[in-house]
């Protein structure tokens, strides 16, 4: 195959491991590219294309995650990850691993590692790399990588839930939950709520959000309800989808365009979280994206002409 071909056959993988590790589409789209220029730029042809691009995405990856760090200790609110619609890359043998840790908790998760940890840990316990290919990739002797996944499987572990919803569970959940949600039944969404449901946004500073997270069942339904009828004001419609492996929605402007996404964890037969991401620069890739602040200041005006 021709150096073009060889790539492309692996950039679904590339891409993936890359997102794992940044927890951003858009950085991790650069960092695929760079790693493809990197390849065609080198005179010489590896033994192991997929070992070379795989440890050279991880290291770019790793570069350029000690970089946000910086940034993300600035941001302002909530930092979640960016929303990923479907996952480029399959692999039956390993389709639990790679489900389980595209969610946007396994991200979060994630986040509390170094960037070491976690480079080791997606590589590793997530895509199945040896530890020797693990090794190469990072820098590091083998002896350290295994320390490294040590430590950081302790830390997924501790902040992973006991019990964990399985698809088919969480589907049906989802689908009593936004038809609860469309007709703003308050009753209807609280008994899907656990008693301690969290309802957290990301808006960056750069969009309307709520000023903190909303706690418990009572507050968290009766908020959505509200919500609901805001957004009927203004025509704004959602469709249910799944986002990053979780049942979520998408929500739209009356344009089309997109306004933010909701993504649902589900939790001993409840809805445990709720996280909702409408900062523009994390939706972009999602198609165009709807001035929220335009929709605020329209649902303010009607506000104040109702009587």
């Given at each position: 195959?021709?150096k ?5 056959e ?6 993936s ?25 080198s005179?010489t042809?590896?033994t ?19 970089s ?23 692999d039956?043998?390993?389709a639990?691993e ?11 998760l ?5 960037p070491?940890?976690?480079s ?6 997530v895509f199945?790399f ?7 990739a ?16 302790q ?5 992973r839930?006991?019990?964990e ?13 936004f ?9 209807g969404?609280?008994e ?5 449901v ?9 969009a309307?959000q ?15 309800a ?30 089309g365009?997109?306004l ?27 198609g ?19 009587p």
């Amino acid at each position: 195959m021709s150096k073009v071909e060889e790539f492309e056959e692996l950039r679904p993988l590339l891409f993936s491991i890359a997102y794992r590790i940044l927890g951003s589409v858009s950085e991790a789209e650069d960092v695929v590219q760079e790693t493809w220029l990197r390849f065609d730029g080198s005179a010489t042809r590896p033994t192991s294309t997929k070992s070379f691009l795989s440890a050279t995405v991880t290291r770019l990856s790793i570069d350029v995650l000690r970089s946000a760090r910086v940034r993300r200790e600035e941001y302002v609110g909530p930092w979640f990850p960016e929303p990923l619609l479907s996952d480029p890359y399959e692999d039956p043998a390993r389709a639990a691993e790679l489900a389980d840790s595209v969610s946007m908790a396994a991200l979060l998760l994630l986040e509390r590692l170094s960037p070491l940890e976690r480079s080791v840990f997606v590589l590793r316990e997530v895509f199945g790399f040896g530890f020797d290919e693990v090794a190469e990739a990072v820098g590091r002797s083998e002896a350290a990588c295994r320390q490294l996944l040590v430590r950081a499987r302790q830390h997924m572990r501790a902040g992973r839930p006991r019990f964990e919803a399985d698809r088919q569970e969480r589907q049906e959940l989802a689908t009593r939950f936004f038809d609860a949600f469309r007709d703003g039944d308050v009753v209807g969404l609280r008994e899907l709520l656990a008693a301690d449901v969290s309802l957290a946004g990301d808006g960056g500073g750069k969009a309307p959000q709520l000023a903190r997270s909303v706690v418990g069942a009572e507050n968290v339904a009766r908020l959505l309800a509200s919500v609901l009828q805001l957004m009927a004001r203004v025509e704004v419609t959602f469709e249910p989808q799944e986002i990053n492996g979780r049942p979520g929605a998408v929500f739209r402007d009356r344009d089309g365009k997109v306004l933010h996404i909701l993504v649902l964890e589900v939790l001993g037969g409840r809805i445990q979280t709720i996280r909702s991401v409408i900062n523009p620069d994390k939706l972009g890739h999602l198609g165009p994206v709807a001035d929220a602040w335009a929709l605020d200041r329209e649902v303010k005006q009607g506000r104040r002409r109702t009587p």
